[in-house]
């Protein structure tokens, strides 16, 4: 947290509201949220003007004049937030930028797992916070031919594969929990078991629910530090059908299962065992059969 809805949703903000401003200066508050030499980016970044807004997975970035770009990956408990002059800074406020209309982004991160980076977009394939990330899921490019070809090599259960950037990026655990329960799949079915048929569900669901907590702006539950780039908390929480839900009654009407909660690969999965049910017991290679 946060995943793909969420940053797409704060660099929306930040877009909005930072495109054509000047940096005044920047004022690094901790010098180790800085992949790299700190001293390095604070000359590189102040005077520059913002040019425009980008994003990978769960890592977006800031273009400015000179071919560069201030790189963030916020990890579990970081924020980005546009704020005024006059407003309180929050505790663990790591970075202010001061902007020439008087604005101010900063950077907020109670566990400091987040990262901030001086990005040169000729050369984003050296950069950190983009090293070994896959395509978006919500690339046009994305197709279900390759995540299949991927996950051919990979016996590990399908949410696991989901949740594995490499392959695809955006897609952390509550929405690996969601798309799997609307695609009827149970989320230990290895991936090396996942028909061409069932894959193109899953990259269809993909896009579908992640474009709907868009909408929402996210999702910010009890214990999330996540919220907008304007200190907004999200809304797809309402929407959320199965993650957070164990105990509860399946929503889908007259199914009689009852969400459960499982740890998978150390993370908590919510799924349904009857609508879910199909894949669980797949052992062994992948059958030839499409379908």
Known sequence: MPELP????????????????????????????VCGDPQDFLAAVGGKRVLGTDRRGKAMWLSLEGDIAVGVHLRMTGRLLVVQNNDELPPHTHMLAEFSSGRRLIYVDPRRFGRLELLHLGRLDESVIL?????????????AEELLAAALAHSVGIKQFLLDQSHLAG????????ILYRVGLHPATPANRVTAKEMQTIVDVTREVLQEAIDACGTTLGDSQYQTGLG??????????VYGKAGQNCPVPGCVGVIRRRKIAQRSTYFCPVCQARGQRRRGKRQARPE
Do not use: F, M, P
Request: one cysteine or more.
């Open 131 to 143: 090293r070994n990330i896959g395509l978006d899921a919500l690339s046009e490019a994305l197709s």
């Open 232 to 241: 907004q908390s999200g809304g797809y929480q309402r929407c959320l059908w």
């Open 6 to 33: 969420e940053v797409e949703t704060i660099r929306r903000d930040l877009h909005k509201h930072l495109v054509g401003d000047k940096i005044e200066k920047v004022t690094l508050r901790r010098a180790d949220i």
């Open 171 to 178: 897609i952390g655990n509550i929405y690996a929990s969601e």
